[in-house]
């Protein structure tokens, strides 16, 4: 018995070198896209190595080879902090217009989207929990359930964990608790009403696990992936002679690191897919002539296929929240705990060390030279996707639930749970010490006043996790840009 335990370490030690050594195992058929000839056949092509794009090479027969094409590069190497729980801020704040696993997208609300291999897996705060019922009911996508839930199983195997509470988040479970966002149902993955522990996508010791993973499940001998590939459009070939669609895509056009261009043909019967994301396959259809006539006319781009509703359609999650710093710093923790109120909020929170560069009056510094680090704990609510216009909190109803929301976290700050982050004063009073903007009178004392919390619902811009362009058509495009609404968490 402890020889076998024994035997069972080693092999883990010798894997976990191994990696270390050679990189993990789907290295072996990943290739700088500067390598792949300007011409080339494919049984099928798929643009984006999100989850979605990834599970998809899992459900093709066999004898495809297929072809994943990834505008980033792997998370792995050169990218420490991209792969631990610490790093998460770093990744999302430094981004370049080049390189960043974390790719800026124009607009004024600082969206961002993953530009590597396991797409925004692979950059976001890793929370893990099942879809809302109603959220498969109302997204537009006739889902066979009994296979839905197949597929998760051996997705959550490879890369989602149970995390262990410390004392930010176990604190915010108890003020959950006590701020009556109850009962508690524990750790599940499925979708709860009220307080509950969710899955992580890092594991134990703080590692990232994201969609690449599951490449190392993929069988070499049928996959390529193309890294550093920047899919410029899809191909799209007129077969107005034959019976059937009048448009059929034939492949893809893209660049490599060097400016140089590719065509990825694909074989008669096979197919370009699309799952860039929510922002990337409604930006390549339109790219590709795909899309509102007038529109794609306005910028002089050929109408391949006219298709009213590419890139209409955007929902976002809206997050709101505060941030303390307190006597005792935290550990670092990203979402662990989330309670799903009925009053249209999803509450989360998260603490991490973050570099800081203004000190309010408040904190006495001797030396006030860098750098400077402080752990700050976030308590967070996200409200389900309004309809994006880039110019939140336009409809009431919206304004409503962040309202709702963080008067809740007002609740929480005020439970006996939060005392320990407290600060005591002279003269035994206790406050926050806030970092940017504190709830309404600090002591949230304006609670019942709507305006003024109204105001603070309107301070804040989010960073969306879904996107709607609410189109299928061809190519297929299967990632979350096809759903008609937006899951909150
Ligand atoms: C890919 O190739 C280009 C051009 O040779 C090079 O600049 C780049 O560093 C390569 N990237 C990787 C990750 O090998
Ligand atoms: C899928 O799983 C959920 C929760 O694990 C369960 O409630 C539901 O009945 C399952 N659906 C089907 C069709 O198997
Ligand atoms: C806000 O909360 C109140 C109860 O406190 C509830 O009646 C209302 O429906 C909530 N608003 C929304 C938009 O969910």
């Not at 800081?356 to 409200?383: C, D, G, H, N």
Request: charged residues 15%; aromatic residues 10%; neutral net charge.
């Amino acid at each position: 018995m402890h020889l076998l335990c024994l035997a069972a370490m080693l092999v883990v030690l010798f894997n976990n070198f191994s990696v270390l050594q050679r990189g993990p195992s789907y290295m072996r058929f990943v290739v700088n896209s500067t390598e792949f000839p300007s011409q080339d056949y494919h049984g099928c092509a798929i643009v984006g190595s999100s989850t979605t794009g990834y599970t998809f090479t899992q459900s093709l027969p066999q004898s495809y080879r297929v072809l994943l094409l990834e505008l980033g590069g792997v998370p792995y190497g050169g990218k420490p902090k991209l792969m631990t729980r610490g790093g998460l801020l770093s990744t999302l704040t430094e981004v370049d217009e080049y390189d960043s696993p974390a790719q800026a997208f124009l607009s004024e609300d600082g969206v961002h989207t993953g530009g590597i291999l396991g797409g925004s897996r692979a950059i976001n705060a890793g929370f893990y929990s099942l879809a809302d019922p109603d959220f498969c009911l109302k997204s537009d996508v006739d889902w066979d359930l009994a296979l839905d839930n197949q597929s998760y199983e051996w997705v959550e195997k490879e890369i989602v964990f149970r995390p262990e509470l410390r004392n930010w988040q176990s604190a915010v479970r108890d003020g959950l608790l006590e701020a009556g966002v109850d009962p508690f149902h524990g750790f599940t993955l499925d979708h709860r009403v009220e307080t509950k522990i969710v899955g992580s996508t890092f594991d134990g010791a703080g590692r990232r696990h994201s969609s690449a993973d599951l490449l190392n499940n993929a069988n070499a001998a049928n996959i390529k992936v193309a890294v550093y590939a920047n899919v410029e459009r899809v191909l799209v070939a007129s077969t107005a002679q034959l019976a059937g669609p009048r448009q059929t895509t034939i492949g893809v056009v893209y660049w490599d690191r060097n400016g140089k261009y590719h065509h990825a043909m694909v074989r008669p019967n096979g197919e370009v897919l699309l799952s860039a994301g929510a922002i990337g396959s409604p930006q390549l259809l339109l790219l590709s002539g795909i899309g509102p006539r007038p529109y794609l006319s306005s910028w002089g781009i050929p109408v391949a296929y006219h298709l009213p509703y590419v890139g209409q359609y955007l929902y976002d999650n809206p997050r709101n929240g505060i941030s303390i710093v307190p006597p005792m710093p935290p550990e670092q923790s990203l979402i662990q705990v989330v309670g799903i109120t009925k009053v249209g909020a999803y509450l989360e929170a998260a603490s991490n060390v973050v570099p800081f560069s203004t000190p309010p009056r408040s904190v006495f510094i001797r030396t006030p030279s860098p750098p400077l680090y402080i752990t700050v704990a976030t308590l967070m609510e996200k409200i389900s996707g309004p309809m994006v216009r880039f110019s939140y909190f336009s409809d009431p109803v919206n304004v409503e639930k962040c309202v709702n929301g963080t008067r809740k976290i007002g609740e929480i700050l005020r439970t006996r749970s939060m005392r320990y982050f407290m600060f005591r004063e002279w003269f035994g009073s206790s406050r926050f010490r806030f970092v940017g903007p504190p709830l309404p009178d600090d002591q949230i004392g304006l609670l019942s006043d709507g305006k003024v919390l109204q105001a603070h619902c309107h301070h804040y811009m989010a960073s969306p996790r879904w996107l709607c362009c609410g189109v299928i058509g061809s190519p297929r495009v299967v990632d979350g840009s096809t759903f008609a609404i937006s899951p909150a968490n």
